[in-house]
T-cell receptor
Framework: DTGVSQDPRHKITKRGQNVTFRCDPI?????LYWYRQTLGQGPEFLTYFQNEAQLEKSRLLSDRFSAERPKGSFSTLEIQRTEQGDSAMYLC?????????????FGDGTRLSIL | AQKVTQAQTEISVVEKEDVTLDCVYETRDTTYYLFWYKQPPSGELVFLIR??????QNEISGRYSWNFQKSTSSFNFTITASQVVDSAVYFC????????????FGKGITLSVRP
């Protein structure tokens, strides 16, 4: 059973550069979520998709952030003009839609470091 | 708004001791779902247990048990006969229904189990 896959695992970049992360959910899951986790904190919700539709965005998701899920399968999260405060672990999760009690299953995350 | 409070930050026990992790939540939803996740040093969030708000029966699953009390908005998690491999950060999370699909996490409790 293949779990949620995220790429890359680590990304180091200079301030001001653009970065893009990819998430491949569990194949039968139609809901996909992005979270951000900083040191010593719990994950914070960024956005989620049901199939290809982006249904909710957090106010944490500034206009420098954009997420897509063009065919309802994998998703990308892009951060433009990165800032020091963007350094964090970016987590992707997926779940079955239709039943609210379905747990979200998480990937290993992408750790972003801004120099 | 939803909120999860994990007042304990760090707990240290000796192997084979029982340990209880506390969680208090706030929500205006009448139907909601509570989860516990484990994050070992490797970083991946692992789903452990879930409880629906309309089912207050407490359960035991192997060495894990949980105590859900709606009257006090608490969802405590107990590990019986702790093992070194239980050392991790444990997160309590809350989810609403329908469009309110995101998880709201607490700050986590770092559990250290010493041999």
């Amino acid at each position: 059973d293949t779990g949620v896959s995220q790429d890359p695992r680590h990304k180091i970049t200079k301030r001001g550069q653009n970065v893009t992360f990819r998430c491949d959910p569990i194949s039968e899951h139609n809901r996909l979520y992005w979270y951000r986790q900083t040191l010593g904190q719990g994950p914070e919700f960024l956005t989620y998709f049901q199939n290809e539709a982006q249904l909710e965005k957090s106010r944490l998701l500034s206009d420098r952030f954009s997420a897509e899920r063009p065919k309802g399968s994998f998703s990308t999260l892009e951060i433009q003009r990165t800032e020091q405060g963007d350094s964090a672990m970016y987590l992707c999760a997926s779940s079955l839609g239709g039943l609210d009690n379905q747990p979200q299953h998480f990937g290993d995350g992408t750790r972003l470091s801004i120099l | 708004a939803q909120k999860v409070t994990q007042a304990q930050t760090e707990i240290s026990v000796v192997e084979k001791e029982d340990v209880t992790l506390d969680c208090v939540y706030e929500t205006r939803d009448t139907t909601y779902y509570l989860f516990w996740y484990k994050q070992p040093p490797s970083g991946e969030l692992v789903f452990l247990i879930r409880r629906n708000s309309f089912d207050e029966q407490n359960e035991i699953s192997g060495r894990y048990s949980w105590n859900f009390q709606k009257s006090t908005s608490s969802f405590n998690f107990t590990i019986t006969a702790s093992q070194v491999v239980d050392s991790a950060v444990y997160f309590c999370a809350l989810r609403g229904t329908g469009a309110n699909s995101k998880l709201t996490f607490g700050k986590g409790i770092t559990l250290s189990v010493r041999p």
